[in-house]
Every structure is written in C-alpha cells, then in structure tokens.
C-alpha cells in the first residue's frame, strides 16, 4: 500500500519540483500539494495523509506553527521539515512541534523520497550539521551504559554514517550489505542506547564522545 503524502510549499516552482519528486517513487502517493498553511489544515484532514513535507517559512503562519496544529488534528501523521535554514532556533522549535525529520533545500533533489522512507519506518533524517546542533537540547541524564550494552564495530560504523545523515539504503550500499541488514543492526543499536528514534541515537552518541 502506497504512503499518502502531502507537501506544503509555498514557491510554486519548488512545490511542483517537489511533488514531481513524489511522483517517480511507486511507493508513495501524493494527496496535495498547498501553498500555505492554512490551506493545508484546511485540506488535509480530509485527505488522511501518512507523511508531510513542510516548508518551514511561509506566508502568514509559519511551517512549524503548521505542524503542531495538523499534528492535533492528525496524530499519526509524519513530518519532514525542508527548509534552507539550519539555525538552533528552527530546528529545535521544529523538533518540538512534532518533525520527524528535518531535511535543508539544497538536498530536496538526491535525497527527499528516500527520507521520507526513512522517516515511515521510524527514522529521523537530518544533516550531521543539524543533529550535531540538536544534542545542545538533550539534558535528561542517562546511566552509563554497561560493557554488553556497548555498539559492536560493525554497530559504530553504522552509527557513524547516521552521524553524517546517510539513509539506510545509502549505508547498505556503502557498507556492501543487505538493507534489512542495516535495519537489525539498527534495532540492536536502539536497545543498546535505549532510544527508540534515529534522533536520540545520534544525539546520545554523540553525547558519548562518538
């Protein structure tokens, strides 16, 4: 069964570029494309998506105001934030309104359908450069982890590449492995770190020195 997607852009070149992108995956199915945000609260209930790409400057009220509100009206829906700004403030209040992942403009065109997989099967994609800003936000304590607990070589060496904002097929193809094997080394990496986002494990990775 198909994703139903929805993007809300409001530069009508980028939404069409945008949504021809979602076009060529056969996974994915686009349900609208809107160019402000309240056309998009307006619209969207109705079309039940399963994941959104949000602009996150838009006229009137904001990419990120847009995400709170369609997260009240649609609890399971998930976002990718795209946008060309990398700043502390964007990306935390972003984060806190309920993205699910924040991907900048400049990288829409090689790397937009495999992060809104990413994203559906509960990854968190972002840049090194935006999850690196993203651990000043993370506070809570954490228990040292125990010997057993420790990433494998092979574990460390995927948590690089999540470091660096690759997606799962592009770690399986560099590493020279299955993709459903990444995805079991992920899981254990989770259950090591106990995370249960790609979000927390780079940040709590990189709070311990990785």
Request: aromatic share 4%; charged share 30%; hydrophobic share 40%.
């Amino acid at each position: 069964m198909k994703a139903g997607v929805i993007i809300v852009e409001d530069n009508r070149a980028v939404r069409e570029d945008l949504a021809a992108l979602v076009r060529t995956d056969e996974r994915l199915s686009l349900l609208g494309a809107f160019g402000s945000a309240e056309e998009a609260l307006r619209e969207s209930p109705g079309l039940q998506p399963t994941l959104a790409v949000m602009d996150i400057n838009l006229p009137k009220m904001s990419g990120i105001e847009c995400v709170f509100r369609l997260k009240e009206r649609l609890p399971r829906l998930l976002v990718l934030m795209l946008t060309v700004y990398e700043d502390d403030d964007s990306i935390f209040r972003a984060l806190k309104a309920g993205a699910n992942g924040y991907l900048v403009k400049r990288d829409a065109a090689e790397k937009l359908t495999d992060a809104l997989h990413e994203v559906q099967h509960g990854g968190a994609p972002m840049s090194a450069h935006i999850a690196r800003q993203v651990v000043q936000f993370f506070h809570r304590s954490e228990r040292p982890a125990t010997l057993s607990e420790q990433p494998s070589p092979r574990e460390r060496e995927i948590l690089e590449l999540l470091v660096k904002g690759l997606v799962l097929k592009e770690i399986a193809e560099q590493l020279g492995i299955g993709l459903e094997t990444v995805r079991t080394h992920v899981n254990h990496i989770y259950q090591k770190l106990h995370v249960r986002s790609r979000t927390e494990a780079v940040v709590k990775y990189l709070r311990q020195g990785g």
